[in-house]
């Protein structure tokens, strides 16, 4: 096992070299501030495991997750660190995970983390890789982690020093562990995580670990805190509320603030290796996940491999020209794409069902962490372009959950379904994925489920309200989130009459793409405005189109307000534009969104606005101005060098399209309109088992802030902002000149 891995170090040193070693262009402290919910952690691609550091717990700090809403374990102003957690989130909304916390200490044992904690310096992230020193003990931790294993490695000051896990702190109050030490050198267990958005917590579910030690522990032992009780049960108690701590104790232990200590006395300066494997089916597949994965490997052995596979990832797209900040920008970007969704799956293949959590078995990987209202607007798209094979899998993936559940995922995490959000979007991505040529998946059984979730008029997670829906054409204020509901509902509608054409369903074709067009019973001809209807058929009075703003609550719209989501049906952005009176009335409302300040970079509703002046002729320019304008304001290379919320990987996304100059302006459609390129040169690999074509460049020439002159696809003039997927996938020469 050592030679092989001495052998993947070799080759990786070799492959690095002879190309462009993108990771250097990877800056996981984007994201960090501005509540883009990333964390610096390091992670392998589509990991299972991250090892992150967390510093949001304890009053030291300016954010603290018990305080205020925080759905990550890591923020770039706070300076008070509690340990490195090693199953989290990047980019989502609501908090879950940033368990299983290792903590190096040195000095006397102290298991309370508000007062074992530390400050901290010198940090490092890279793509993979981790660093800080905790300034309390002057300890240098790094880490790294392969697809299912954390490593980390502390170098102690002589003396004594302290490894401790804790099990009872978490990014969230959800409570439950049990571990055992197995020897001077491991410990097992399990922690309870869950309730997303502090939601369903009936649906708690266990994460299971193993941990071991480079180096035996000359004293070891567990910790374990019970609730203070009070009256006549306190006085039974001499350990009301109070820690024990035991010492050298192998049985298991059940609880909730619940932790292990290892300590040790060292002679000189030190470093020790902890490596700690992660499943969400056993004890047992935790081990066997950390054998196979890192048993014999050193931590610049895990770490080598890790960075090559990011660099193998990163090069499908190879961009030149342009600054290195926008280099970093758009990598860092790609990067955060391939974080989530993420292998849930063992090595040998078990993963936790659906619905039941039995343990099944795939062939393939088996993919987790599905926020399908934010990623069926782009990154699946991308996913498609640039790693189809990926995309093929989470396709898989969603069948499964079909199969296992009967429904397909809406918001679906670790095999649990959150229902997190409106709509109903996977449809969305089963149907852009064929569509975009990708069919190595059952169809059949894929519109099979995407036409359950829109016609079973009873007990329906997905659809909500849909006996109104269908009744009536649109949802009322009886429902919740009325108007951007019925909007979902259309998109999805949409994109099931696009695959029931295409298979040849032509009456299922003529209901969905009428029901599709719904939203138009809720046009306010006034106001030029989606509006709110009661269940009598009237407006809802009194009405404020502002309302929602900022995420506030309003009637009738989910996060956003009646302009953030006047123009969010790109599917039949044509129509709107009659509906609105033309094109000069289009562009002039659409204008008056960002004049007046509606549009909200941070959010998915609108996400799409700047690109829709392309459907008015003559009017082109202004997305060219607006994208600029957007990526320059909103994307930095800095820790608040996000719009916000990262929702997993959309807003990066949004981000590498723009960058790139073609964009998926609406889902399910094989199509992108097309903008100005921010790199001089962009060449995508194309994947030879998916498409025809082995590479599609896109060139930008002329003059390098101008708008667009003229465009050309292989050579000859392309007299439209639009261009289907299939042309560029055959293998294409894009090229944007610009005056």
């Known amino acids: 096992m050592k030679i092989k891995f001495f052998l993947i170090c070799l080759l990786s040193s070799q492959l690095i070299s002879q190309a462009q070693e993108l990771t250097k262009f990877v800056n996981p402290f984007i994201g960090t501030s501005n509540f883009g919910a990333t964390n610096p952690g390091a992670i392998a691609p589509r990991g299972m495991v991250s090892v992150s550091p967390f510093n949001v717990a304890g009053k030291q700090n300016t954010l603290e997750k018990d305080s205020r809403w925080l759905s990550n374990p890591y923020v770039k102003e706070n300076t008070f660190l509690t340990g490195f957690s090693h199953v989290n989130l990047s980019g989502v909304g609501c908090p879950d995970l940033g368990v299983i916390l290792l903590m190096p200490t040195t000095g006397e044992l102290e298991t309370n983390h508000l007062?074992?904690?530390?400050?901290?310096?010198?940090?490092?992230?890279?793509?993979?890789?981790?660093?800080?020193?905790?300034?309390?003990?002057?300890?240098?931790?790094?880490?790294?982690?392969?697809?299912?294993?954390?490593?980390?490695?502390?170098?102690?000051?002589?003396?004594?020093?302290?490894?401790?896990?804790?099990?009872?702190?978490?990014?969230?109050?959800?409570?439950?562990?049990?571990?055992?030490?197995?020897?001077?050198?491991?410990?097992?267990?399990?922690?309870?995580?869950?309730?997303?958005?502090?939601?369903?917590?009936?649906?708690?579910?266990?994460?299971?670990?193993?941990?071991?030690?480079?180096?035996?522990?000359?004293?070891?032992?567990?910790?374990?805190?019970?609730?203070?009780?009070?009256?006549?049960?306190?006085?039974?108690m001499p350990y009301n509320g109070e820690t024990r701590i035991m010492e050298g104790y192998r049985k298991d232990v059940v609880g909730d603030s619940i932790g292990s200590y290892f300590s040790y006395d060292f002679e000189k300066q030190t470093a020790v290796e902890v490596k700690i494997g992660v499943s969400y089916v056993s004890i047992e597949n935790a081990r066997e996940n950390l054998e196979k994965e890192t048993l014999n490997a050193s931590f610049e052995d895990v770490y080598n491999k890790t960075k090559l596979d990011w660099n193998n990832q990163l090069s499908k797209i190879k961009v030149e020209g342009g600054s290195e900040d926008h280099k970093t920008i758009f990598y860092t970007a790609l990067y955060h794409t391939l974080i989530h969704p993420n292998t849930l799956n063992d090595f040998n293949g078990e993963y936790p069902s659906m619905a039941t959590r039995e343990t099944l078995k795939t062939d393939g990987t088996r993919f987790t962490v599905f926020s399908f209202w934010d990623t069926y607007r782009n990154l699946h798209a991308l996913m498609s372009l640039v790693y189809p094979k990926q995309q093929s899998n989470m396709v898989k993936s969603m069948l499964s959950i079909y199969n296992e559940s009967g429904w397909l995922p809406k918001w679906e995490l670790n095999a649990t379904e959150t229902t997190t959000m409106v709509g109903d979007p996977a449809g969305i991505v089963?149907?852009?994925?064929?569509?975009?040529?990708?069919?190595?998946?059952?169809?059949?059984?894929?519109?099979?489920?995407?036409?359950?979730?829109?016609?079973?008029?009873?007990?329906?997670?997905?659809?909500?309200?849909?006996?109104?829906?269908?009744?009536?054409?649109?949802?009322?204020?009886?429902?919740?989130?009325?108007?951007?509901?019925?909007?979902?509902?259309?998109?999805?509608?949409?994109?099931?009459?696009?695959?029931?054409?295409?298979?040849?369903?032509?009456?299922?074709?003529?209901?969905?793409?009428?029901?599709?067009?719904?939203?138009?019973?809720?046009?306010?001809?006034?106001?030029?405005?989606?509006?709110?209807?009661?269940?009598?058929?009237?407006?809802?009075?009194?009405?404020?189109?502002?309302?929602?703003?900022?995420?506030?609550?309003?009637?009738?719209?989910?996060?956003?307000?009646?302009?953030?989501?006047?123009?969010?049906?790109?599917?039949?952005?044509?129509?709107?534009?009659?509906?609105?009176?033309?094109?000069?009335?289009?562009?002039?409302?659409?204008?008056?969104?960002?004049?007046?300040?509606?549009?909200?970079?941070?959010?998915?509703?609108?996400?799409?606005?700047?690109?829709?002046?392309?459907?008015?002729?003559?009017?082109?320019?202004?997305?060219?101005?607006?994208?600029?304008?957007?990526?320059?304001?909103?994307?930095?290379?800095?820790?608040?060098?996000?719009?916000?919320?990262?929702?997993?990987?959309?807003?990066?996304?949004?981000?590498?399209?723009?960058?790139?100059?073609?964009?998926?302006?609406?889902?399910?459609?094989?199509?992108?309109t097309i903008t100005a390129p921010m790199f001089d040169k962009v060449t995508i690999q194309l994947d030879k088992t998916y498409y025809k074509g082995t590479q599609l460049i896109i060139t930008k020439t002329g003059n390098v802030d101008g708008k667009i002159n003229n465009i050309q696809l292989n050579g000859k003039t392309h007299k439209s902002y639009f261009v289907d997927h299939s042309d560029l996938v055959k293998g294409a020469v894009l090229n944007i000149n610009l005056k």
């Open 115 to 236: 007062k074992y904690g530390s400050t901290y310096t010198n940090e490092v992230a890279k793509a993979g890789y981790y660093s800080t020193k905790l300034e309390k003990y002057n300890i240098n931790v790094e880490t790294t982690a392969s697809l299912r294993t954390g490593v980390s490695r502390y170098t102690f000051p002589k003396g004594k020093s302290n490894i401790l896990l804790n099990l009872g702190l978490g990014l969230t109050n959800e409570e439950g562990a049990s571990l055992k030490i197995v020897s001077p050198t491991e410990i097992e267990g399990m922690r309870s995580v869950g309730s997303f958005c502090y939601y369903k917590p009936e649906e708690a579910y266990p994460v299971y670990f193993v941990a071991k030690f480079s180096e035996p522990a000359a004293r070891f032992g567990v910790w374990k805190k019970p609730k203070a009780y009070t009256g006549e049960e306190a006085k039974w």
């Open 430 to 672: 089963l149907a852009d994925t064929y569509l975009k040529g990708i069919h190595d998946f059952d169809i059949e059984k894929a519109y099979e489920a995407m036409r359950k979730s829109a016609t079973q008029l009873e007990n329906n997670p997905l659809r909500p309200g849909i006996k109104e829906y269908v009744s009536n054409g649109y949802l009322t204020t009886k429902n919740s989130g009325s108007v951007s509901t019925t909007q979902e509902y259309n998109i999805s509608d949409y994109a099931i009459a696009l695959l029931a054409k295409r298979l040849g369903k032509k009456a299922d074709y003529k209901r969905f793409i009428k029901q599709s067009i719904t939203y138009r019973n809720l046009y306010d001809n006034n106001l030029k405005l989606l509006r709110p209807k009661k269940p009598d058929g009237s407006w809802y009075e009194p009405f404020d189109p502002l309302a929602g703003a900022n995420f506030t609550k309003n009637i009738g719209f989910i996060e956003g307000n009646a302009w953030q989501y006047a123009f969010m049906v790109t599917h039949d952005t044509k129509g709107l534009m009659k509906l609105m009176g033309g094109s000069s009335s289009f562009t002039k409302q659409l204008q008056q969104v960002f004049d007046s300040n509606q549009f909200d970079m941070a959010n998915e509703p609108d996400i799409g606005y700047p690109y829709l002046f392309n459907y008015a002729k003559g009017e082109e320019w202004r997305s060219q101005n607006m994208v600029r304008k957007l990526v320059a304001e909103y994307f930095k290379n800095t820790p608040d060098g996000l719009p916000g919320n990262d929702d997993t990987g959309t807003m990066s996304a949004w981000l590498i399209y723009s960058m790139m100059g073609i964009y998926p302006i609406s889902p399910g459609e094989p199509f992108y």
